[in-house]
């Protein structure tokens, strides 16, 4: 079905990047059902290196091909570097047919939030950065139990002290088995 694959709005690849690693996990949690997603890309450069001139004067680290081969590939997850998630629903709904065409908001209003290490994913993508207003739609295929999901959301570069979520994301992931809750501790 083609390549998983994410992309950085304004970003120096508009064609986005592959998705080398994805994981979805579903765990119960006081009777409620819980996802993890965690998401790793190959390098930003893998498909299409830019050489970039010594003198090219770009408007932001963000659209400077050097900054993001700086940095190598994204890492976006809710439980790589500490416990995270996002709630889904009761276990009792818990099912492919509730989970089709399903639209999850995830923090949405990051401002509202004291800590940030409170937010469901964290990001390594020019550093540790900061994601979050995520949209995030599940579509079954067919009546498989696999799903295609389609997410979007904002990303702040709050590793070089810009916490404004001014940087959109989306990602594509086309066939993925849904989760069994049940057999997760």
Same mark, same amino acid.
């Given at each position: 079905?083609?390549?998983?694959?994410?992309?950085?709005?304004?970003?120096? /690849?508009?064609?986005?990047?592959?998705?080398?690693?994805?994981?979805?996990?579903?765990?119960?949690?006081?009777?409620?059902?819980?996802? #993890?997603?965690?998401?790793?890309?190959?390098?930003?450069?893998?498909?299409?290196?830019? !050489? =970039?001139?010594?003198?090219?004067?770009?408007?932001? #680290?963000?659209?400077?091909?050097?900054?993001?081969?700086?940095?190598?590939?994204?890492?976006?997850?809710?439980?790589?570097?500490?416990?995270?998630?996002?709630?889904?629903?009761?276990?009792? #709904?818990?099912?492919?047919?509730?989970?089709?065409?399903? !639209?999850?908001?995830?923090?949405?209003?990051? !401002?509202?939030?004291? #800590? /940030?290490? =409170?937010?469901?994913?964290?990001?390594?993508?020019?550093?540790?950065?900061?994601?979050?207003?995520?949209?995030?739609?599940?579509?079954?295929?067919?009546?498989?139990?696999?799903?295609?999901?389609?997410?979007?959301?904002?990303?702040?570069?709050?590793?070089?002290? =810009?916490?404004?979520?001014?940087?959109?994301?989306?990602?594509?992931?086309?066939?993925?088995?849904?989760?069994?809750?049940?057999?997760?501790?």
């Amino acid at each position: 079905m083609g390549l998983d694959r994410i992309y950085f709005k304004n970003n120096p /690849w508009p064609e986005g990047h592959p998705v080398k690693e994805f994981n979805w996990l579903a765990s119960v949690r006081d009777g409620f059902v819980w996802f #993890d997603f965690h998401l790793e890309t190959k390098d930003y450069y893998s498909e299409r290196d830019i !050489e =970039d001139e010594e003198d090219t004067e770009y408007p932001s #680290d963000w659209a400077a091909p050097i900054v993001w081969g700086n940095y190598h590939a994204c890492t976006l997850s809710t439980n790589y570097w500490h416990e995270g998630g996002f709630k889904v629903c009761a276990l009792s #709904d818990y099912s492919p047919e509730f989970l089709d065409g399903l !639209e999850l908001e995830v923090d949405p209003n990051p !401002e509202n939030i004291e #800590d /940030w290490d =409170d937010l469901a994913f964290h990001i390594y993508l020019l550093g540790h950065d900061s994601a979050a207003k995520h949209t995030i739609k599940f579509e079954r295929i067919d009546e498989s139990l696999n799903f295609k999901i389609t997410w979007v959301g904002k990303i702040a570069q709050a590793y070089v002290g =810009d916490y404004e979520y001014k940087h959109d994301f989306n990602v594509i992931i086309k066939n993925v088995l849904f989760p069994d809750a049940n057999k997760q501790v």
